[in-house]
């Protein structure tokens, strides 16, 4: 049963899959605050546990896909020899039943709340398993195909709560949109040893130089604008302004040290700081809703 649970674990990325439900799950929130026709229609709590379970599955299902396409490659990474198909714990038709029934019942899950939400939720899995997935190995564009359905979750969430995509919903989008980029190419700049091992090619130039360094930087400060919109809009108070302006210079600081520097300390620095950053300014902003 322990080892199951491990490869179950490995099979779904349980922490990128966490940190998928948890932005979903906030922005849902969000939405249920935001008025319709006058009325804000408040807390459902029933279609916010629907929306994490079917946010979990169809998230799990994407990462499924991914590996069942990737198991040759997997196998060739220090980071990932260790996931159940690799490791021959799992064949890939078990992977990809799995991720069949898991997709399948998830987009099921999200399409009860409303048909937009699980349309979304099929072009994530889609767009993330068979256009990104194949696009790694044969040019960085596959981080900007990439951080489309990665910058979904919220999306999905808010349109889950609210029923349709306005400029609140659009928003949010940008600002995981945005925020993916120095977050992927700080894990691409980590692990480039290993991803060069399944010729990954993640970086903006392939290769640890400083004009990868520089747009990591760049990206790091055209968050910052883009986190500010919110207050701009008038839907975020000056809680959000204030912590998205203090954050994202922060994380453009490390952007910056890891430009001058150009070592991995500087970049696990950068890693880190985004995985702080994305929860802090979107759980700010819906402390802003619901003051």
């Not at 091992?197 to 990868?212: C, Y």
């Not at 802090?280 to 802003?288: A, G, I, M, N, T």
């Amino acid at each position: 049963m322990k080892q199951f649970l491990a490869d179950f674990s490995k099979l779904i990325k349980f922490r990128l899959t966490f940190l998928v439900v948890f932005s979903a799950s906030v922005t849902f929130l969000i939405g249920c605050q935001v008025p319709i026709d006058g009325v804000i229609p408040g807390i459902n709590w029933t279609n916010w546990l629907i929306l994490i379970a079917g946010g979990f599955l169809v998230t799990s299902a994407a990462n499924c896909f991914n590996e069942v396409i990737e198991v040759d490659l997997d196998k060739l990474m220090t980071r990932t020899k260790d996931r159940p198909m690799p490791a021959g714990h799992m064949t890939t038709g078990q992977g990809l039943v799995s991720g069949l029934v898991m997709g399948l019942l998830g987009t099921w899950l999200l399409g009860k709340l409303n048909i937009e939400t699980g349309l979304l939720s099929v072009f994530s899995i889609f767009l993330y398993a068979f256009a990104y997935t194949p696009l790694k190995r044969k040019s960085p564009i596959a981080v900007f195909v990439g951080a489309i359905p990665g910058a979904l979750p919220p999306l999905i969430g808010y349109v889950a709560a609210h029923g349709k995509i306005d400029k609140i919903a659009v928003i949010l989008f940008l600002i995981q949109f945005v925020w993916q980029f120095p977050h992927f190419w700080a894990i691409a700049w980590v692990l480039d040893d290993d991803y060069k091992k399944a010729d990954f090619r993640l970086l903006p130039t392939t290769k640890r130089d400083k004009t990868s360094a520089f747009i990591t930087f760049l990206s790091t400060l055209i968050l910052i604008p883009v986190s500010l919109l919110p207050t701009f809009y008038g839907f975020g108070g000056y809680y959000i302004g204030g912590v998205s302006l203090i954050a994202g210079l922060v994380f453009a600081w490390l952007g910056f040290k890891l430009w001058k520097t150009l070592d991995l300390a500087s970049a696990r620095k950068v890693m880190f700081c985004s995985f702080f950053y994305l929860p802090l300014v979107q759980l700010v902003l819906l402390f802003d809703f619901l003051g």
